[in-house]
Structures are given as structure tokens and as C-alpha cells.
């Protein structure tokens, strides 16, 4: 979480508003999809013999991440607490109440010009980090793209209107990502995701106090032959290899099929007890193979109001699906569309007494 700034209540007997500080960087890194160097989810495909996917090693691609820092300067990184290694590729979790705002220093470590856009939220014209021709000019335009080694603040308040709608629980979910060449930008790896929760209904720690345990997970296909990296990639992972991102064959090799950045297994394990009340937030990425129908082994969810045990996420969804896990044991969470499934869009989850 961010620090936060108490704001003057509008009325004296409002709870006032709380400014969000967060200090959030886009560095460049070396990805792993599979940090424990083997497929852990133990599910046998009939391409095993033939597939490289069947667990071999590690796969590493260069990318570019959004990364929290303690302060301004940028020096040092925000430990992130054992309840959120899960997020994995993606960005710090910012959250906020409705009636609150938000003020994201951004810094970009990166040799690329990026931004920071919000779904969602309310923002004007110099808060809304996507470039195009909206009649806007000079410094209202400075959020639109931010150069390498540049710094932008982006000021997002939190109206009624980004809060939960009277079908929605005590939390909705959003998004934000780099919007300088969209699809590029978050192919490279930058995005991550917003929690905004009903007014007064939030912890100290941002938590909705109705909720026991929050887990977010991304379902991403990463098309790495439209990373901004591609070519730096495809030059160390093969030497010689001429870059031809239009060869469908040559995208298939590179389509990483991954929850949070992670495939077959690699996901830290997401443990519950028994009896919570488990908020799974869900996401997908912006490829149009980004169609995914996230299923759970084991117990059911309640989404918009439905029981069900598989949630329907096309590209750029954001969906909430609250469990009351009652089925104790180590279970399968995956995406059920075939190619995603053995691709190692894959990750368990655990339900303790
Ligand atoms: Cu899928």
C-alpha cells in the first residue's frame, strides 16, 4: 500500500477522504515465467513427448514491469508482503474508498516511452496517459507519454461512479496500464491492478472488512513477438534467427500462456482457510487469444450474483467472484480453454482446516 494524506472533510460529520501516495516505477527485468525451473502442476498432456512444454527449464524473456517504490527517490523497493507475491508480474495493488484520491508518482527506468492509464477512475485530460488527438495541448499533455528516464504524477480521484454499483459487493476491481502503443506497451508486461472499496467499508490496510483474503489474478496471454523486446529477445534466445513477428509460426513459438506471469504451476500456491470469505479478483490481457474461462477444482464462486465454478473473461475483463471455500485440499485453478490449459495457463490453490 501506498502512504496516505489525510484530506479536510467536505462536512464535519463525513469521514474524509484519504490521498493515496504511491511511488511506481517501470523497470526493465528478466522474466520468468517458470522460477522453479519445472512444471509443478504434474498434468500430463498428450504433446508431452513432442513439446517443450511439457517442463523443461526455465522461460525467460526481457520485459518491462511497474514496480513500487518506498519514496521518491526511486532508490529503494517496496518489499512486497507474503499475502501479494502472488501478483507476480503485475504492478503494485493500488487501492482506495470511494470519496478518496490517488497520487502516483511515476518514474520510468525503462528505454521506452510509457505512461500509466487507469480504468475506471475519474481523471482529466493531463491524468489520463494516452496519447491521441483530443484537442488538448502543452503541459496537458505531459501525462501522455513519459520519456526514458522521465517522471510524471498522476492525480485520479475516486467518485461514487468508480465505487461498487448496487449489484456489486463491497469492492470492485479495475485496471491500469501503459496506453503509449497500447498492445506493445502490455505485451512488454505493463499493467496491473486497482481495488476500490464502498465508502467506510475498508481496513486500515485498504481490505474490504467483509472479506477474509483477496487473491488477483491476471489471465494473460503474453504475445512476445509484440513486446517492445522482441527483437533484443529473439537475438539472445536465438542467435541469427531472422525477426519476422508477422510469421504466425514464429508468434505460436512465442504466446505465453500465464496467470500473474506465471505458467504450469509456477503461480505461488494461494492459501485459505475453510469458511472465509476468499474475494478472487480477475483480469485478462488485451490479445485477442485473451478469450479464458477461469475454473476452480473443488468449491464454487458466486460472480454477478450466479453460482457458478468458471468465470468468462474476454480480452481487458475485470471480473469479482467471492468463495466460501468448504472443501479442504490442494486444487486446480486454470484456464479451461484448450490450448490455454495445455499451453500451462495453470495454478492451484490450497484450502487448509
Ligand atoms: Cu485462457
Not at 517501470?26 to 517442463?55: C, F, K, M, Q
Not at 508482503?81 to 508518482?105: K, M
Not at 464502498?198 to 467483509?210: I, M, N, Q, Y
Not at 488477483?216 to 496471454?221: E, L, N, R
Amino acid at each position: 500500500m501506498g502512504s496516505q494524506k489525510t484530506l479536510p472533510a467536505a462536512t464535519p460529520q463525513q469521514k474524509p477522504g484519504v490521498v493515496h501516495e504511491y511511488y511506481i516505477a517501470a523497470d526493465e527485468v528478466e522474466w520468468d515465467y517458470t522460477p522453479h525451473g519445472r512444471n509443478l502442476a504434474g498434468i500430463p498432456h498428450a504433446e508431452d513427448a513432442e513439446e517443450s512444454g511439457g517442463g523443461t527449464g526455465h522461460l525467460i524473456y526481457h520485459k518491462a514491469i511497474y514496480r513500487e517504490y518506498t519514496d521518491g527517490t526511486f532508490k529503494t523497493l517496496k518489499i512486497r508482503t507474503q499475502q501479494w507475491a502472488h501478483l507476480g508480474i503485475l504492478g503494485p495493488l493500488i487501492r482506495a474508498e470511494v470519496g478518496d484520491s490517488i497520487r502516483v508518482v511515476f518514474r520510468n527506468n525503462t528505454h521506452l516511452t510509457l505512461t500509466m492509464h487507469p480504468h475506471g477512475l475519474e481523471y482529466k485530460k493531463d491524468a489520463e496517459g494516452a496519447p491521441y488527438n483530443d484537442g488538448t495541448m502543452g503541459t496537458v499533455k505531459a501525462d501522455d507519454g513519459v520519456l526514458p528516464g522521465g517522471t510524471y504524477t498522476y492525480i485520479w480521484t475516486v467518485p461514487e461512479r468508480s465505487g461498487p454499483g448496487p449489484m456489486d459487493g463491497s469492492s470492485v476491481l479495475w485496471m491500469y496500464h501503459s496506453h503509449f502503443v497500447e498492445s506493445k506497451d502490455m505485451n512488454t508486461g505493463l499493467m496491473g491492478p486497482i481495488i476500490i472499496t464502498r465508502k467506510g467499508w475498508a481496513r486500515s490496510d485498504g481490505s474490504p472488512k467483509d472479506v477474509d483474503r483477496e487473491f488477483v489474478t491476471m489471465f494473460a496471454v503474453f504475445d512476445e513477438t509484440d513486446s517492445w523486446f522482441f527483437p533484443k529477445n529473439i537475438g539472445t534466445k536465438v542467435p541469427g534467427a531472422r525477426l519476422k513477428a508477422t510469421d504466425p509460426v514464429l508468434r505460436e513459438q512465442n504466446l505465453v500462456y500465464s496467470i500473474n506471469g506465471y505458467i504450469e504451476g509456477n503461480l505461488p500456491m494461494l492459501v485459505m482457510r475453510r469458511g472465509e470469505h476468499v474475494r478472487w479478483y480477475l483480469l485478462s490481457n488485451s490479445n485477442e487469444d485473451d478469450v479464458h474461462m477461469a475454473h476452480w477444482h473443488g468449491n464454487t464462486v458466486l460472480c454477478n450474483g450466479m453460482r457458478t465454478d468458471t468465470v468468462f473473461l474476454g480480452p481487458m475483463a475485470m471480473a469479482v467472484a467471492d468463495m466460501v471455500p468448504d472443501n479442504i485440499g490442494i486444487w486446480l485453478y486454470h484456464c479451461h480453454v484448450n490450448d490455454h490449459f495445455i499451453g500451462g495457463m495453470v495454478a492451484q490453490y490450497q484450502v487448509l482446516p
